[in-house]
Antibody
Framework: EVQLVESGGGLVQPGGSLRLSCAVS????????LTWVRQAPGKGLEWVSV???????YYAASVKGRFTIARDISKNTLYLQMDTLRAEDTAVYYC????????????WGQGTLVTVSS | QSVLTQSPSASGTPGQRVTISCSGS????????VYWYQQLPGTAPKLLIY???QRPSGVPDRFSGSKSGTSASLAISGLRSEDEADYYC??????????FGGGTKLTV
């Protein structure tokens, strides 16, 4: 059974940093495309970033240069390092497996809430 | 404002057929596959349609997807109360990023 479990969310001040984790089981992070998607309170879904099985990464324009997606193969865990956080980054962050690397998200985590506020 | 455009709301009565549309451009829908997601209140999104018109195992055949040019549609026939949810289209863009539509809230 494939499971993705996010953690690391919380309250952070504007300009601060936070690292989200996504513990993956049932599949390997090294052999799959993995994505972060976020959803601001009461708003729609926003694609954030993807890491391919070969390590290639892509980012949404809204987070490029501030967020970094990474993986630890030994821990089978996906990460999202978020720096220089802004109020508009407040959202529930989901990790998901992207089956074909084209926003084909067939397995999702339950999400973790990040609140950026002073 | 999303690059993929969806109507904010749709509605229907039980048993009816409703269609939700998604409009994009030549750099996304016009060139890449379209995906549809259903999000029930308080839950993570669920993949409903992949590669324009394919249904994952377990998704009822009441749900169908289609695409023409730079637009795509999700059709739900035999509407049920449990279909009341938010629906999102998605596609990869040539700018090397994923895109979601703004979402359509379906009321049954």
């Amino acid at each position: 059974e494939v499971q993705l479990v996010e953690s690391g969310g919380g309250l952070v001040q504007p300009g601060g940093s936070l690292r989200l984790s996504c513990a993956v089981s049932g599949i390997t992070v090294s052999g799959n495309y993995l994505t972060w998607v976020r959803q601001a309170p009461g708003k729609g879904l926003e694609w954030v970033s993807v890491i391919y099985s070969d390590g290639t990464t892509y980012y949404a324009a809204s987070v490029k240069g501030r967020f970094t997606i990474a993986r630890d193969i030994s821990k089978n865990t996906l990460y999202l390092q978020m720096d220089t956080l802004r109020a508009e980054d407040t959202a529930v962050y989901y990790c998901a497996r992207d089956r074909f690397g084209e926003v084909d998200l067939d397995y999702w985590g339950q999400g973790t809430l990040v609140t950026v506020s002073s | 404002q999303s690059v993929l455009t969806q109507s904010p709301s749709a509605s229907g009565t039980p048993g009816q057929r409703v269609t939700i549309s998604c409009s994009g451009s030549s750099s996304n829908i016009g060139k890449n596959y379209v995906y549809w997601y259903q999000q029930l209140p308080g839950t993570a999104p669920k993949l409903l349609i992949y590669r324009d018109n394919q249904r994952p195992s377990g998704v009822p055949d009441r749900f169908s997807g289609s695409k023409s040019g730079t637009s795509a549609s999700l059709a739900i026939s035999g509407l049920r109360s449990e279909d009341e949810a938010d629906y999102y289209c998605a596609a990869w863009d040539d700018s090397r990023s994923g895109l979601f539509g703004g979402g359509t809230k379906l009321t049954v």
